[in-house]
Antibody
């Protein structure tokens, strides 16, 4: 079964750091680019970051650029999001999602992990 | 303010047809970038509904269809069913924002 499972979400204070993980199974992880997408409570989807299959290219939304770092370990079938200098507006459910081969759509999504930034 | 504009809500009775629009600009849809659609049922992760403007992944009923023209795209749902009540999002790529994937603000579909 194709599956993505996010972990690492928790309550963190403003200015703090957090690392999210996404474990992939059921497909050849190293062949696919990956995305992080977030959704603030009661709000819509916001693309956060993208990483190519071999980590040669990474992109970030302006709202997280310079604070978040995306990475992956293909040997461990895992995707990561290092989040620093966290702000209240970073409070959201964070989803990892697999980019399709070809079309720039995300065809497999995890269940999400909740990050709450509050004092 | 989302780069892609969707109506906040649409509604229809069971069996009816509804459409959801997604309006972009010359830097995204108008530049020829594909539009994709996602369905998000309450309390669940998004699910890919349409990719590459018009294509349905395996398992998505043919009641769902997509189209694109100029700087906009549309999702049509025919034979509306109660289980279609969900939030729907369009997504594309915007060349004015380096590497940026962009989503519409989302549309809440209510089945009356």
């Amino acid at each position: 079964e194709l599956q993505l499972v996010e972990t690492g979400g928790t309550l963190v204070q403003p200015g703090g750091s957090l690392r999210l993980s996404c474990a992939a199974s059921g497909f050849t992880f190293s062949s696919f680019s990956m995305n992080w997408v977030r959704q603030a409570p009661g709000k819509g989807l916001e693309w956060v970051s993208h990483i190519s299959s071999s980590s040669t290219t990474m992109y970030y939304a302006d709202s997280v650029k310079g604070r978040f770092t995306i990475s992956r370990d293909n040997a461990k079938n895992s995707l990561y999001l290092q989040m620093n200098s966290l702000r209240g507006e970073d409070t959201a459910v964070y989803y990892c999602a697999r980019r399709m081969s070809g079309p720039d759509a995300s065809d497999i999504w995890g269940q999400g992990t909740m990050v709450t930034v509050s004092s | 303010q989302s780069v892609l504009t969707q109506p906040p809500s649409v509604s229809g009775a069971p069996g009816q047809r509804v459409t959801i629009s997604c309006t972009g600009s010359s830097s995204n849809i108008g530049a020829g970038y594909d539009v994709h659609w996602y369905q998000q049922l309450p309390g669940t992760a998004p699910k890919l509904l349409i990719y590459g403007n018009t294509n349905r992944p395996s398992g998505v009923p043919d009641r769902f269809s997509g189209s694109r023209s100029a700087t906009s795209a549309s999702l049509a749902i025919t034979g509306l069913q109660a289980e279609d009540e969900a939030d729907y999002y369009c997504q594309s790529y915007d060349r004015s924002l380096s590497g940026s994937r962009v989503f519409g603000g989302g549309t809440k579909l209510t089945v009356l």
